[in-house]
């Protein structure tokens, strides 16, 4: 999108550029600060104020910050760095907030499956979806974990944004929990670690050669459907701005993405050592 926009000059001058920023606030944002840092740099320069430019002087002002910018192109990219960290750092604050508010839900809801110590001295939690492909590479993460620390509390908690497979899935798993919880964890692994796209179909057949029929899948569907679960879910991750799987939360930190075994196994260690995934 182009449009005209009007950068501020603190000396109280006002210059017209052409913005072809997608429509994203952020960014425009940092565009309009590094234009005006760039601003206020030239008019140090100047031997008047930029308010008393007259129309030749202001055009020939705006062709000198183009010119700036095309001959030091490796600002923007550091504006652009600075901006996605100070996101990050927000990101991070808002999150931290939400755990807060939500610690119950998050580490202990009565919904999710815990695996490992259910007394363990650090809890990690997944949020998952059974056709997530970085979820399945992260599996082998989870049972290295739970083989290696007998101290450490793993919490699942089922996040289906796939589409309608993988929120079928979801609902076959929802009812094989409740029917043979003691199971779940073999279920979970069958599932999630098998390849094709998991769905009502493949859920049950992983939920039948575990021993509990599909008649009692059905019924248990029927009885307590898990519509309430998945949008407790969705509302919980949003406020944590969860947007994708696998998302882990240990401690007061969001931890989105497959990091892998080393990162999880760090995070835990600080936990024990000083209460905070970093030290």
């Known amino acids: 999108m182009t449009r005209r926009i009007q950068v501020h000059n603190p000396a109280n ?20 600060k590094s234009f005006t840092a760039l ?21 020939e002002f705006g062709e000198f910050i183009k010119q700036y910018l095309i001959e030091n192109p490796e600002i923007m990219l550091e504006v652009q760095d600075a901006l996605q960290k100070k996101q990050e750092a927000q990101r991070l604050v ?17 919904n999710d ?40 509390r793993f919490v699942l908690k089922e996040f289906p944004i796939l589409g309608p497979d993988s929120v079928a899935a979801h609902k076959v798993a929802d009812a094989f929990r409740k029917l043979a919880p003691e199971k779940y ?9 098998s390849e094709g796209r998991a769905s009502d179909e493949t859920a049950i057949a992983v939920a039948t050669s575990l021993g509990v029929s599909e008649d009692k899948i059905r019924a248990e569907m029927a009885k307590s459907p898990n519509d309430g679960i998945v949008q ?12 994708g799987t696998p998302s882990y939360v ?18 835990v260690k600080n936990m024990r050592s000083c209460g905070k995934t970093a030290c």
């Not at 001058?13 to 309009?32: K, N, T, V, W």
């Not at 056709?131 to 290295?144: K, V």
């Not at 964890?185 to 670690?193: I, S, T």
């Not at 240990?250 to 995070?267: C, H, S, T, Y």
Request: net charge negative; glycine share 6%; aromatic share 8%.
């Open 185 to 193: 964890a073999d279920f979970h692994v069958a599932l999630l670690g």
């Open 13 to 32: 001058g006002l210059l017209d550029q052409d913005d072809h920023i997608a429509d994203d606030e952020d960014i425009m944002a940092f565009f309009s």
């Open 250 to 267: 240990i401690g007061k930190e969001l931890v989105p993405g497959a990091v892998g075994l080393d990162d999880l196994e760090a995070k």
């Open 39 to 59: 601003a206020l740099a030239a008019s140090i320069a100047l031997p008047f104020p930029a308010a008393a430019l007259d129309d030749q002087q202001k055009k």
């Open 94 to 110: 808002k999150a931290n907030m939400a755990i807060d508010e939500n610690t119950a839900d998050i580490f202990d809801s009565k």
């Open 232 to 243: 407790a879910t969705y509302q919980l991750a949003s406020s944590l701005g969860i947007s």
């Open 113 to 152: 499956v815990t695996l490992g110590n259910p007394k363990g001295d650090v809890t990690v939690v997944e949020f998952f979806d059974y056709n997530c492909s970085y979820c399945r590479h992260a599996l082998p993460d989870m049972q290295a974990m739970l083989k290696k620390d007998k101290n450490v």
